[in-house]
């Protein structure tokens, strides 16, 4: 028989491990921004765009021999997977993108209280006199 106290715990620090969380916080944030943006496609931007006549593409259907096709409800679907694209591409790809290439081209962040050092290129404090890592005198920076 396993030792009950012992999966318990082992369970407690799976569920509590800061990556296990962060992902469930993100599905959580995720559907609720999904949501939000199903229902300004449906009560928004879809009677914007609408077909004359039909303000709510949910409704639009046709039949063939019973059986019925919802293509109103896959437009409306289309529409909020390319609103949900465009805002994660232009909310969060491109802000990372942009602040992992200033990195990469190794730009100091212009309210940054850290500088490289000229002898290893580490991270340093502005008001250092010696670095940390490789301990060579590199003065106060301006």
Request: proline residues 6%; aromatic residues 10%; glycine residues 6%.
């Amino acid at each position: 028989m396993p030792d009950n106290k012992g999966v318990l715990t082992e369970f407690k620090e799976f569920v509590l491990r800061g990556n296990v969380v962060d992902l469930a916080v993100a599905v959580v944030v995720g559907a609720a921004f999904g949501a939000v943006v199903k229902a300004l496609v449906g009560d928004l931007i879809t009677p914007i765009i609408s077909i004359p006549g039909h303000s709510n593409f949910q409704d639009l259907h046709f039949t063939i021999r019973r059986s019925v096709f919802a293509y109103g409800d896959f437009i409306n679907n289309v529409i909020t997977f390319v609103s949900i694209a465009v805002a994660v591409f232009f909310f969060v790809v491109k802000p990372v993108d942009y602040l992992l290439e200033r990195r990469r081209r190794g730009q100091v962040e212009p309210d940054s209280d850290d500088r490289p050092c000229p002898e290893c290129l580490s991270t340093i404090p502005k008001a250092a006199n010696r670095c940390a890592f490789c301990t060579a005198q590199v003065g106060r920076a301006a």
